[in-house]
Nanobody, 122 residues
Framework: QVQLVESGGGLVQAGGSLRLSCAASGRTFSRYAMAWFRQAPGKEREFVAGINWSGGSTYYADSVMGRFTISRDNAKNTVYLQMNSLKPEDTAVYYC???????????????WGQGTQVTVSS
C-alpha cells in the first residue's frame, strides 16, 4: 500500500504559477504510476496529468497541455505538478493518485491523497 499527502495549493492570480507536491509513504513508490486529478465544485473529478513508474512517459488532459508539467523524484518518493499560466477555470481541489498501472480515469487508481485546494482569481 501507499499513502499520499498533497501540498502546495493556494490562491494565485490568473497567469501565475504554482507547484503541487505529493509525498508518498512506503519503499515501493517507484513501482507505482502516479497521476493528478482535480474536482471543481459541482463537477466530477477529472484527469489532469499522469506519469509512469520511471518518469519516462507522461500524458496530459487537453485542457492543461503545454501549461502543466508532471514529474517525479523516486529518491524522494514525491511527484510534482508544475502549473503555469493558470486560469480561473483551473480552480479545483487537486488530488494525487497512485496505482501499479497507468490510467486516465478515476477507477484506474486505488490510492488517493486528501486533496489540496487551488484557487485562481481573475
Amino acid at each position: 500500500q501507499v499513502q499520499l499527502v498533497e501540498s502546495g495549493g493556494g490562491l494565485v492570480q490568473a497567469g501565475g504559477s504554482l507547484r503541487l507536491s505529493c509525498a508518498a509513504s512506503g519503499r515501493t513508490f517507484s513501482r507505482y504510476a502516479m497521476a493528478w486529478f482535480r474536482q471543481a465544485p459541482g463537477k466530477e473529478r477529472e484527469f489532469v496529468a499522469g506519469i509512469n513508474w520511471s518518469g519516462g512517459s507522461t500524458y496530459y488532459a487537453d485542457s492543461v497541455m503545454g501549461r502543466f508539467t508532471i514529474s517525479r523524484d523516486n529518491a524522494k518518493n514525491t511527484v510534482y505538478l508544475q502549473m503555469n499560466s493558470l486560469k480561473p477555470e483551473d480552480t479545483a481541489v487537486y488530488y494525487c493518485a497512485a496505482d501499479l498501472v497507468s490510467g486516465t480515469v478515476v477507477g484506474d487508481y486505488n490510492y488517493w491523497g486528501q486533496g489540496t485546494q487551488v484557487t485562481v482569481s481573475s
